[in-house]
């Protein structure tokens, strides 16, 4: 991040089932998820190529994770990245449910639509 970039924002665009992260007012990429029985079930988070290497999937990711905490919902972590997220940032371990093939197959159904 160079010192004239504000500092990113994420927002919870709800409506798309996602949480994205603003660089400069651009977007610079998302976390998507599906809400099922209390759970938020990520399962695709990614960064534009413009913006890689920043550090920004953590900071998009963690706070997700706070804001999904703050709404007294768990997660699943489908995505990779948000499971080895899960990994290294054991302060969120607390929220995390296992990925079942039944979550996976209702997912499947989900964005199917």
Known sequence: MSEQEAAPVVRHVEP???YEILVDDRHAGLTAYRDRDGRRVFFHTEIDDAYAGRGLASIL???ALTDVRASGLRIVPVCPYV???LKKHEEFADLADPVTPEILQWLDGELAR
């Open 16 to 18: 798309r089932h996602r």
């Open 61 to 63: 990711v963690e706070q």
């Open 83 to 85: 499971a080895k997220f």
